[in-house]
């Protein structure tokens, strides 16, 4: 079956930087878009970064963008988040998914379970 793995969280200070992996395994995704959401305590989970099957577009969220860089490797089918200048506010869960399209249209279809990222102040 299909299942995606995210790796790479844990405590950060403020300013500092985590990269985030998930690694997908049971089919291939890259002909699919994929992308990372994050959810803190008692909030919605928001969209934070998306990108096309081959990698050469992306899209952020307006509070991350300059700071974080989603990427891909598709013979590792495996699809990454670096994550710089930390802030406390991007404490969440992070969730990669994967997209319906190869071009994103927001049908998202898998997710990961997560992982904890915590930015102390």
């Known amino acids: 079956q299909v299942q995606l793995v995210e790796s790479g969280g844990g405590l950060v200070q403020a300013g500092g930087s985590l990269r985030l992996s998930c690694a997908a395994s049971?089919?291939?995704?890259?002909?699919?878009?994929m992308g990372w959401f994050r959810q803190a305590p008692g909030k919605e989970r928001e969209l934070v970064a998306t990108?096309?099957?081959?990698?050469?577009?992306?899209h952020y969220a307006d509070s991350v963008k300059g700071r974080f860089t989603i990427s891909r490797d598709n013979a590792k089918n495996t699809v990454y988040l670096q994550m710089n200048s930390l802030k406390p506010e991007d404490t969440a869960i992070y969730y990669c998914?994967?997209?319906?399209?190869?071009w994103g249209s927001g049908e998202y279809e898998y997710w990961g379970q997560g992982t904890q990222v915590t930015v102390s102040s």
């Open positions: 049971g089919r291939t995704f890259s002909n699919n878009a």
């Open positions: 990108i096309n099957w081959s990698g050469a577009y992306t």
């Open positions: 998914t994967t997209d319906r399209t190869s």
